[in-house]
């Protein structure tokens, strides 16, 4: 074997067996056509129709982006992939990709509709509960929007033929949703900033509201927690979600006021 390339996290192991030709590797929106063998993971699929480098649904193929723009074209190598389940070994061989340009070539609005992609399969992989591939679509979708160069002290209202209302409008919706990807995983704290960021365009937001009063009762701060809902159902009265935890929230409100005043009681007395 030649050359061996190993990932800074140790998660990707590429031994190469042949080098290819020396050029333009894969990548981001790159089309590849690839052969995938001696694997006992089920690799058929990427042998029978082309891989879209960033178009990933799971931990493998999020491990293939990264490893297909590492290579040649006409590139073959033994790889060894580190899954939280196990290791996975195969024989990958880039055929042939076809090139999509780089990202800070991309306009506007090629960036906005492929954010929008990522946002629709990201939504798809929530509603069967795979939180976390669904986090990875809209990260990359919001890093996407990120990527737009929007003047910050005179932002236009149009850029490449785009309303650069709609860029705020899809970067609102995506950090809401990623924020309710956190929340299944319980990382309380990075839903409360996500909503935070949701509520800077959207001040009524009731759901990023309602996601964060969980949030602030979670990291035990019952009183923004309290207030947080109170104000979701003073919006929305029929919310029964709200309704439903509100006991809860004015219970715990109630507890940790005894307290407090149970603790300057003893300090006066």
Same mark, same amino acid.
């Given at each position: 074997?030649?050359?061996?390339?190993?990932?800074?996290?140790?998660?990707?192991?590429?031994?190469?067996?042949?080098?290819?030709?020396?050029?333009?590797?894969?990548?981001?929106?790159?089309?590849?056509?690839?052969?995938?063998?001696?694997?006992?993971?089920?690799?058929?699929?990427?042998?029978?129709?082309?891989?879209?480098?960033?178009?990933?649904?799971?931990?493998?193929?999020?491990?293939?982006?990264?490893?297909?723009?590492?290579?040649?074209?006409?590139?073959? %190598? &033994?790889?060894? #992939?580190? !899954?939280?389940? =196990?290791?996975? +070994?195969?024989?990958? @061989? $880039?055929?042939?990709?076809?090139?999509?340009?780089?990202?800070?070539?991309?306009? %506007? &609005?090629?960036? #906005?509709? !492929?954010?929008? =992609?990522?946002? +629709?399969?990201?939504? @798809? $992989?929530?509603?069967?509960?795979?939180?976390?591939?669904?986090?990875?679509?809209?990260? &990359?979708?919001?890093?996407? !929007?990120?990527?737009?160069?929007?003047?910050?002290?005179?932002?236009?209202?149009?850029?490449?033929?785009?309303?650069?209302?709609?860029?705020?409008?899809? &970067?609102?919706?995506?950090?809401?949703?990623?924020?309710?990807?956190?929340?299944?995983?319980?990382?309380?704290?990075?839903?409360?900033?996500?909503?935070?960021?949701?509520?800077?365009?959207?001040?009524?937001?009731?759901?990023?509201?309602?996601?964060?009063?969980?949030?602030?009762?979670?990291?035990?701060?019952?009183?923004?927690?309290?207030?947080?809902?109170?104000?979701?159902?003073?919006?929305?009265?029929?919310?029964?979600?709200?309704?439903?935890?509100?006991?809860?929230?004015?219970?715990?409100?109630?507890?940790?006021?005894?307290?407090?005043?149970?603790?300057?009681?003893?300090?006066?007395?």
């Amino acid at each position: 074997m030649g050359e061996t390339w190993i990932s800074p996290d140790q998660r990707i192991q590429k031994y190469i067996i042949s080098m290819g030709k020396n050029g333009l590797k894969p990548t981001e929106n790159c089309e590849c056509i690839m052969d995938v063998s001696a694997s006992t993971y089920d690799v058929k699929r990427y042998n029978e129709s082309s891989f879209v480098v960033g178009d990933s649904s799971d931990s493998f193929e999020r491990l293939l982006d990264i490893l297909l723009t590492t290579m040649n074209e006409g590139e073959k %190598a &033994k790889v060894v #992939f580190k !899954l939280k389940e =196990k290791n996975v +070994e195969f024989t990958l @061989e $880039l055929i042939e990709f076809k090139s999509d340009g780089f990202i800070f070539e991309w306009d %506007a &609005k090629k960036k #906005f509709e !492929l954010a929008s =992609k990522h946002k +629709e399969r990201g939504t @798809e $992989l929530f509603k069967i509960m795979h939180y976390i591939d669904a986090s990875h679509r809209f990260s &990359k979708a919001i890093k996407l !929007l990120s990527s737009i160069p929007i003047a910050v002290d005179k932002p236009p209202t149009v850029i490449d033929d785009l309303p650069i209302c709609e860029v705020y409008s899809l &970067k609102t919706v995506l950090c809401n949703n990623l924020a309710s990807c956190y929340l299944k995983h319980r990382d309380y704290e990075v839903v409360i900033e996500l909503c935070k960021r949701v509520l800077q365009r959207e001040a009524n937001n009731v759901k990023a509201l309602y996601k964060m009063a969980v949030s602030y009762y979670e990291v035990h701060d019952y009183h923004k927690a309290l207030e947080t809902l109170e104000y979701v159902l003073k919006l929305d009265p029929e919310n029964k979600a709200a309704a439903d935890r509100m006991k809860d929230f004015t219970q715990k409100v109630n507890e940790t006021n005894a307290k407090v005043n149970a603790m300057f009681k003893k300090m006066f007395t």
